[in-house]
């Protein structure tokens, strides 16, 4: 059965520093999302992507996030400078169709763990 | 004041027992999600709900548009249905989640 994939499993990295989380996405999916949900916290929306282009966006997804499909298969998103408080569990999904259509049942990945120290 | 309230927050059973877990939100949707988040933190899509009914073997969901409320329903409950079980709307290319209700069910 095909299933989303998530790279690496956890991240350890310093305060300040760039990480870049990796999701491949199932293959015939058009819409492609991150989440992230902080530890006992509940999971919050960070951004939804269609066609190259940003569909969406929360609050939580400011300056220093970024996002990017820079091939056919994989979907990246990059924190420029990590904080403390982006310590999170980041979670990758994707679906055929947005919300408009009917087969917009969203597959998770099974999450990057990001810890900053 | 949130926009997915999830009742109730934690949940214990003894195996066999039917279980009804409760969203209620406030703003327009285009669908509801009920998802399964395992202890490792792993999330499962169970169901997607724009109107009336839906059953997957002991799970069912439901949806009351007009009221702005779904259910989710284990009949004869298993350990293994142990588990948080969050409800999330859509908006639009958006999603807001609930809390999540911890459910526990014993032998």
């Known amino acids: 059965e095909p299933e989303v994939t998530q790279t690496p499993s956890h991240q350890v990295t310093q305060m300040g520093q760039e990480v870049i989380l990796r999701c491949v996405p199932i293959s015939n999916h058009l819409y492609f999302y991150w989440y992230r949900q902080i530890l006992g916290q509940k999971v919050e929306f960070l951004v939804s992507f269609y066609n190259n282009e940003i569909s969406e966006k929360s609050e939580i997804f400011d300056d220093q996030f970024s996002v990017e499909r820079p091939d056919g298969s994989n979907f990246t998103l990059k924190i420029r400078s990590t904080k403390l408080e982006d310590s999170a569990m980041y979670f990758c999904a994707s679906s055929q169709m947005g919300s408009g259509g009917s087969y917009n049942e969203q597959f998770f990945g099974p999450g990057t763990r990001l810890t900053v120290l | 004041k949130n926009e997915v309230e999830q009742s109730p927050q934690n949940l214990t059973a003894q195996e066999g027992e039917f279980i009804t877990i409760n969203c209620s939100y406030s703003?327009?949707?285009?669908?509801l999600h009920w998802l399964q988040q395992h202890p490792g933190g792993g999330i499962v899509s169970l169901f997607m709900?724009?109107?009336g009914k839906k059953k997957h073997g002991r799970l069912i969901a439901t949806i009351n548009i007009q009221e702005k409320h779904s259910s989710l329903h284990i009949t004869a409950s298993h350990p293994r249905d142990s588990a948080v079980y969050i409800c999330?709307?859509?908006?639009?290319?958006?999603?807001?989640f609930g809390a999540g209700t911890r459910l526990t069910v014993k032998p």
């Open positions: 703003v327009g949707i285009s669908a």
């Open positions: 999330a709307v859509r908006p639009n290319n958006d999603m807001r």
């Open positions: 709900l724009s109107s």
